[in-house]
């Protein structure tokens, strides 16, 4: 039986991400966020402001519904264009830090182009979560791609499945995963060989070099649609500065798991939810604790 897995505590990680005088925004990295499907482009959103506000240099969305590729106005930071059917030629002519893949991404085949692209798209960090999950459930050539990704590049690929995305991967159900969580991330990332966050009541976060950490802050209010999509965007941005700043994916999704668990508390504690809590307030709060950490 698998022992008991410890607390999470990386927090103090955070102080590597503090910036010198001359830094510009190339230090703080390049992501691009895959995503937002008609129907689902707020999903992408979500991500997108998660990654702006948790400090990337450029936040790039490629936004797959095209009525809605086109300038956010409540945040015109964001770079966002409609996904390109040549995924490849894109993401090649972007170069970017760190790819995001999945919020509100569908199961089309531009959508399934798009993560064939990243998955052999060589060496940086990758979180691939939502629907792109769902697409290698269904896929056994996706699988496989993504484990010949992390032969190549050990470390530096991240899986954020909910339980009900996680059975899927485990040809199992949702009562099967929760029952023994534990089990249940250790089998993803046996089956994946991934970082892998099973997201949840006590979220827990794994990979081939570390056992199983479990955060033990968090609140009901956090299930509500878009948190997920919140903590890949967080992930992305502290993965993207860390190219600079001595962090690594692994590091960088611990500390975006317990902040955001802890930002939630944080609001809830200050009478905003659990009841009504949204993402957008989460990443706010977030920003805030985050700068509190440098």
């Not at 006590?202 to 056992?211: C, D, G, K, Y």
């Amino acid at each position: 039986m698998s022992p008991l897995p410890t607390k999470l505590d990386a927090l103090a990680l955070v102080q590597r991400l503090r910036r010198a005088p001359d830094e510009h925004k190339g230090n703080a990295g390049k992501v691009v966020l895959i995503g937002g499907s008609p129907g689902m482009s707020g999903a992408l959103l979500l991500a997108g402001n998660a990654c702006l506000h948790l400090g990337a240099g450029w936040t790039m969305l490629e936004m797959l519904d095209p009525v809605s590729a086109h300038a956010y106005l409540d945040h015109p930071e964001l770079m966002i264009e409609q996904a390109s059917s040549k995924a490849n030629a894109r993401l090649s002519e972007i170069k970017p830090d760190v790819i995001a893949i999945g919020p509100g991404l569908g199961k089309s085949d531009l959508a399934r182009a798009w993560l064939n692209a990243v998955l052999v798209y060589p060496s940086v960090p990758l979180v691939i979560d939502a629907d792109a999950l769902n697409l290698m459930a269904d896929s056994p050539e996706l699988l496989h791609a993504v484990q010949k990704r992390n032969q190549q590049y050990p470390g530096q690929t991240v899986l954020t499945p909910h339980p009900g995305e996680a059975a899927t991967l485990l040809n199992s159900n949702t009562e099967a995963v929760q029952v023994n969580r534990l089990e249940a991330i250790e089998k993803l990332v046996s089956l994946t060989q991934a970082i892998v966050i099973l997201k949840g009541q006590h979220t827990l976060i794994a990979s081939p070099e570390n056992a199983a950490l479990e955060c033990q802050a968090g609140n009901p209010g956090m299930g509500t649609g878009g948190m997920g999509d919140a903590l890949t965007g967080s992930i992305a941005a502290l993965a993207a500065q860390g190219v600079r700043h001595a962090l690594n994916l692994w590091e960088s999704s611990c500390i975006a798991v317990e902040l955001h668990a802890y930002a939630a508390d944080s609001l809830v504690n200050r009478g905003i939810g659990p009841l009504g809590l949204t993402p957008s307030e989460t990443i706010l709060e977030m920003r805030s604790l985050l700068n509190k950490l440098l």
